[in-house]
């Protein structure tokens, strides 16, 4: 089976436009789980989805935001972008509740 | 509340000599525990998990843990050090009742030396 991917793989923005990340997982696997990484915060749990549904929130502001397509690829949106959003967006797909995930390969959001 | 501490950030270890790193959890609840490894610019790889099945659990490249409730530890261990070992390593919990949520530890740098 192929492995989670994401697109685009980097991607540099200025100070407040909006971003669309791209996630596909496994194949069969309906949950999506989306993960911030930078050298101060470590790896941050932003949200999951599954079905299509939101079913997790982490603590972070409304301007960040996800959806989910009936073929369970995910999108995540950041809007009106800070430097400070400047990270590595993961995401990672699995087959049930509690099960392990697996993670893609992530994109490098910089933001100028 | 839910969290997971590695105890040191950085270990440094000779090829061939034993790898320990340490994990400790807090949680009321029974976790799920992983551990995960991270190369450079490369994404995250999954070692072992910890299900509530057998409390000693061996995962890939000759990684191991041991779950201790007692102790609320789960450190992962490797008899031999390899040059390839050297990575970042995640202890990584999730709980029943936090849907598809990972909680990471800080992380611990592997370096080897030859």
């Known amino acids: 089976k192929a492995g989670v991917t994401q697109t685009p793989r980097y991607l540099i923005k200025t100070r407040g436009q909006q971003v669309t990340l791209s996630c596909s997982p496994i194949?069969?696997?309906?949950?999506v789980s989306w993960y911030q990484q930078t050298p101060g915060q470590g790896l941050q749990f932003l949200f999951e989805y599954f079905s299509e549904t939101q079913r997790n929130k982490g603590n972070f502001p409304g301007r960040f935001s996800g959806r989910q397509f009936s073929n369970s690829r995910s999108e995540m949106n950041v809007s009106t972008l800070e430097l400070g959003d400047s990270a590595l967006y993961l995401c990672a797909s699995s087959y049930r509740e509690r099960n392990e995930q697996f993670f893609g390969p992530g994109t490098r959001l910089t933001v100028l | 509340a839910q969290s997971v501490t590695q105890l040191d950030s950085h270990v440094s270890v000779s090829e061939g000599t034993p790898v320990l790193l340490r994990c400790n959890y807090s949680s009321s609840y029974s976790p799920s525990l992983f551990w995960y490894v991270q190369h450079p610019n490369k994404g995250l790889q999954l070692l072992l998990k910890?299900?509530?099945?057998?409390?000693l659990v061996k995962g890939i490249n000759g990684f191991e843990a041991e779950f201790k409730k007692s102790e609320t530890s789960f450190h992962l261990t490797k008899p031999s050090a390899h040059m390839s070992d050297a990575a970042e390593y995640f202890c990584v919990v999730s709980f029943s009742g936090n849907t598809g949520k990972l909680i990471f530890g800080q992380g611990t740098t592997l370096q080897v030396k030859p």
């Open positions: 910890y299900t509530s099945a057998a409390t």
């Open positions: 194949s069969g696997h309906r949950s």
